[in-house]
Every structure is written in structure tokens, then in C-alpha cells.
């Protein structure tokens, strides 16, 4: 088996400030994702990488970047963070192909 | 683009009565893949069913789903709800093999009473 760590678990901003969350994982998969979870929108993504140094973008790419250094890591940067962004943001990875997603446990985003 | 439409947001039934939550999905692809995946409180989200072959009922935990391509659906069911379904669930799609981009719906929060 493996895992996926997301950190940090809570991420706390002020409003217009550069944020950065990190996501590794151990399965050796291809594909890593980002997603935004809101209440009632459901899993939304910012970003995808289908390997390392790949980056496509999302639906909800706008105000996000996102870096794929080595294939276990994806990093995703809040630009400049917004209120109306508190969320939390999933991390997910999968093998290439019909294959499931793993998801990490989340990084719970407050903007002050 | 593509697109996946859960219509309930919230569904409330009685333990033991059936499940069914609603997923819906558009493409312009013929060889979607259909996911249906689970996410419980304090936990990460992770997979109940996934299925491409069009008319074959699929089935895990207790579940179970039909890809049914010419209405575009893949609803979720089961039997007999019990309290430990109280979760919130998601359809998902992959449009076509070789797109690595999956589709989420809204989500469907599923409360089951006593």
C-alpha cells in the first residue's frame, strides 16, 4: 500500500497573501491532482500533472499555481489568498489508465 | 465540456429503508468511466464503484450501479440503508481512456436516522 500526506493540516492566511500547500505520496503513481472542496460544489479542480514538470489546468485553475518537481510531490500556491476561498484543498494520485484515485487527508484553508 | 450532475444535495432516510442517490453525466465521449466514491467524516475520500461497460450492474460493500450510456447515468443503490452509510458521496467521470482528468459532481450527503 502506500499513502499520500498533505501539509499543513490547517493553513491560516491573511487576506492577499501568497499561501503554498504540499502534497507527497509513495505509490509510485503517474497522475497527481488538486482539488478544492466546498460544501454544496462538491470536488472541483484547480490542477493536474500526468508526470513530473507536467501541469494542466483545471476548472478552477484561476488564482492557483501549482508545481511538480519529482514525481511523489505536487505543491499548489495560493497566489494571494481571498476570503471567499476558505476551503479545503484535497490531494489526490493515481496510476494512468481506468484507475482510482487515492486522496490525502486535506489542508483545511482559513483567510483572515 | 464535460459535466456530472448529482441533483440531491442532502438525502435523510430511515435505517433499512433503500438508497438511491442520482448521478447523471455529459460527454462527448462513447467510453466514459463512471466512479462513484465515498467520503466520511474525518476520513479521506475513497472509492466505492467505478464502472465503463455499458448495461453491467456493479456492486461493492453493499452497493450497487449500472452504467446505462444511452440515459447517461449511474445511479447508486442499496437494499437496505444502515446508519454507517451516513457519508457524503460522489459520481465522477473520466471521459475517455488516455484523459486523465476526472469530472466531479456536487456531492450528495447522505444522512441515515434511526
Known amino acids: 500500500g502506500g499513502i499520500i500526506t498533505q501539509t499543513p493540516k490547517f493553513l491560516i492566511g491573511q487576506e492577499g497573501q501568497k499561501l503554498t500547500l504540499k502534497c507527497q505520496q509513495n505509490?509510485?503513481?503517474?497522475?497527481m491532482y488538486w482539488y478544492r472542496q466546498d460544501s454544496g460544489k462538491g470536488l472541483r479542480l484547480i490542477y493536474y500533472?500526468?508526470?513530473?514538470?507536467?501541469?494542466q489546468k483545471g476548472d478552477l485553475s484561476e488564482g492557483y499555481d501549482a508545481s511538480r518537481e519529482k514525481k511523489s510531490s505536487f505543491s499548489l500556491t495560493v497566489t494571494s489568498a481571498q476570503k471567499n476561498e476558505m476551503a479545503v484543498f484535497l490531494c489526490?494520485?493515481?496510476?494512468?489508465?481506468?484507475?482510482?484515485?487515492?486522496f490525502g487527508p486535506g489542508t483545511r484553508l482559513t483567510v483572515l | 465540456g464535460d459535466s456530472v450532475t448529482q441533483k440531491e444535495g442532502l438525502v435523510t432516510l430511515t435505517e433499512g429503508l433503500p438508497v438511491m442517490l442520482n448521478c447523471t453525466y455529459q460527454?462527448?465521449?462513447?467510453?466514459?468511466?463512471l466512479f462513484w466514491y465515498v467520503h466520511y467524516l474525518n476520513e479521506s475520500p475513497r472509492l466505492l464503484l467505478k464502472s465503463s461497460t455499458d448495461n453491467k450492474r456493479t456492486e461493492h460493500q453493499g452497493f450497487h450501479a449500472t452504467l446505462h450510456k444511452s440515459s447517461s447515468s449511474f445511479h447508486l443503490q442499496k437494499s437496505s440503508a444502515q446508519l454507517s452509510d451516513s457519508a457524503l458521496y460522489y459520481c465522477a467521470l473520466r471521459a475517455n481512456y488516455g484523459n486523465e482528468k476526472i469530472t466531479f459532481g456536487a456531492g450528495t450527503k447522505l444522512t441515515i436516522k434511526p
Open positions: 489526490a494520485s493515481s496510476s494512468r489508465g481506468l484507475a482510482e484515485q487515492f
Open positions: 460527454t462527448i465521449y462513447s467510453n466514459a468511466f
Open positions: 505509490f509510485n503513481h503517474d497522475t
Open positions: 500533472s500526468i508526470t513530473e514538470n507536467d501541469l
